[in-house]
């Protein structure tokens, strides 16, 4: 029997005016203007030709081990790809890269924090997940160093922080996403929801999805959680939402679990539809997952392999021939935010007679990137997405692409 599962990730960024981090001239301090604008930058450190110049110290934190490796090794992987072809592209400007193993955990991504600061990293790609980014961002936002998370999606990440900046969608704009889209397209009128009470980016969309569905009209008719530990068996759910008559599952959750939902539903033989979010993208990688389960998966996601245009093309071209595998989202956001931080590093340069990164401290370049990220005539084309822009809030605003699970591999429609 197939299941359908339809994830969405759309952007729909809102503007939030906060501050950006500015510090003096030594990295000491930070000021804002007396109306709230921000103020410009402090930091001078110019080179003589007006380039971009010096070796930029990059750390990355995400689960290299552990149940969610497979998202924070595509995260590295991409990066890495990134970083490479930084480095061929100048001479006078190099990107040395430090990745660090969290496992998924919020206490030994705090370790692995402090191993980059112990490096001294001037900036850092990630958390990758979302309870990792936010105990992260909170240290970080203190010492004042720049985060550009490729998929922590959580609002959590960014609240009270202004030096860390998204390369996701947000969770809110992925829950609202989620009910407009099955609405719109009359996917299903009666609606069970299965969430991770335990984790803040389940129930992060959990939240915005439900306050959409109430605002719509779709009736959400069950409710169900799990938390770690409770994280294998799922009949229960699923005899509750077959039970209230659910037409469609929500599952604002991870792969993992997905996957075993999926086997236990055919199994059950529950013929509903399921839906996901972003989380679902790389449950085609699980090893020993049925794949015609997923046949008929729908994607809005700010990446598509198959995609035809010359970024693309070249990125999944060298992500197979290194690693041998077709790249998920998560690859591509990590590749798009070696090259987001070296174009604000540009603009900058351009502006103010160059740059010499060997000449600044992490908080100088917070200052320096947050400034940058936050300006009105900043903009950034990815393999995630074209003409990418930011809020003050370090929230992102880029177009969605849409794929299908067609055959075992995503196929753009």
Not at 16 to 23: E, I, P, Q, Y
Not at 137 to 147: G, K, L, P, Y
Not at 171 to 180: F, K, Y
Not at 263 to 280: K, R, S
Request: net charge negative; charged share 20%; glycine share 8%.
């Amino acid at each position: 029997m197939k299941k359908k599962v339809l994830s969405i990730a759309l952007a729909g960024a809102m503007a939030l005016s906060l501050a950006a981090c500015t510090t003096t001239e030594n990295g000491d301090g930070g000021n804002t203007g007396s109306n709230g604008t921000t103020t410009e930058p402090t930091v001078t450190a110019t080179t003589e030709d007006g380039s971009l110049k010096g070796t930029l110290k990059l750390g990355m934190i995400g689960p290299l081990t552990g149940g969610a490796a497979l998202y924070g090794i595509a995260v590295s992987n991409g990066t890495k790809i990134a970083v490479d072809e930084i480095n061929e592209k100048y001479e006078g400007f190099q990107i040395e890269y430090n990745p660090q193993d969290d496992e998924h955990d919020a206490e030994k991504s705090i370790n692995a924090y402090n191993q980059l600061k112990d490096w001294n990293v001037q900036v850092i790609v990630g958390c990758v997940t979302t309870s990792p980014c936010i105990a992260v961002s909170a240290e970080a936002n203190s010492d004042r160093v720049f985060m550009l998370t490729p998929s922590a999606s959580s609002t959590d990440v960014t609240a009270d922080k202004n030096q860390t900046f998204q390369l996701c969608f947000s969770d809110p704009n992925q829950g609202t996403a989620s009910a407009q889209y099955i609405v719109d397209n009359s996917i299903a009128t009666k609606v069970a929801i299965i969430y991770k009470n335990d984790d803040a980016y389940s129930t992060g969309i959990y939240q915005t999805f439900q306050a959409k569905a109430d605002e719509l009209g779709l009736e959400v008719v069950a409710t169900s959680t799990f938390m770690d530990g409770q994280d294998t068996d799922f009949t229960v759910q699923l005899t509750e939402a077959q039970n209230a008559g659910a037409e469609l599952v929500f599952l604002p959750i991870y792969y993992t679990p997905a996957s075993l939902i999926l086997a236990q539903a055919n199994t059950m033989g529950y013929d509903a539809t399921f839906f996901g979010v972003d989380g679902m993208d790389g449950i085609l990688d699980i090893e020993g997952f049925d794949k015609s389960l997923a046949e008929g998966v729908m994607l809005l996601t700010p990446f598509s392999a198959d995609a035809t245009d010359d970024l693309t093309v070249n990125f999944v071209t060298k992500y197979k021939a290194a690693y041998n595998e077709t790249p998920i989202q998560f690859a591509a956001d990590g590749y798009d935010c070696p090259y987001a931080i070296v174009a604000a590093l540009e603009y900058y340069a351009a502006k103010n007679g160059g740059l010499d990164v060997d000449q600044l401290s992490a908080a100088d370049l917070c200052e320096i990137l947050v400034s940058v990220f936050a300006a009105d005539d900043f903009s950034v084309d990815g393999v995630t997405g074209a003409n990418m822009t930011w809020t003050a809030n370090g929230e992102v605003n880029k177009a969605p692409k849409a794929v299908v699970i067609k055959d075992g591999a995503y196929v753009g429609l």
